[in-house]
Nanobody
Framework: QVQLVESGGGLVQAGGSLRLSCAAS????????MGWFRQAPGKEREFVAA????????NYADSMKGRFTVSRDIAKNTLYLQMNSLRPEDTAVYYC???????????????WGQGTQVTVSS
């Protein structure tokens, strides 16, 4: 059973930063590409960023490029999303996802975490 556990969400002022974490088992982490999605109230879930299992390849949604950075720590079996210059429109529940390839995790992830709330105040 694949378990993905997000943490690090919270309330931050516009212009601030947050780092989200997603913990997984070693088996899950070492054999899957991983990514982040988000869902704002009343909106569909949208892709944020993804990283290959090796960490060598990353994908970002256009609106996140330059502000968000996805990374993974193999030693800690943890995925990160560093979010800078946050805007009120970044307010959403952020979900960790995993799947076999970066193409899959970008489009149709196989596994999902429960989500962590990020709220950006103006």
């Amino acid at each position: 059973q694949v378990q993905l556990v997000e943490s690090g969400g919270g309330l931050v002022q516009a212009g601030g930063s947050l780092r989200l974490s997603c913990a997984a088992s070693r088996r899950t982490f070492s054999s899957n590409a991983m990514g982040w999605f988000r869902q704002a109230p009343g909106k569909e879930r949208e892709f944020v960023a993804a990283i290959s299992w090796s960490g060598m390849t990353t994908n970002y949604a256009d609106s996140m490029k330059g502000r968000f950075t996805v990374s993974r720590d193999i030693a800690k079996n943890t995925l990160y999303l560093q979010m800078n210059s946050l805007r009120p429109e970044d307010t959403a529940v952020y979900y960790c996802a995993a799947s076999k390839t970066i193409q899959e995790v970008t489009n149709t992830p196989q596994y999902w975490g429960q989500g962590t709330q990020v709220t950006v105040s103006s």
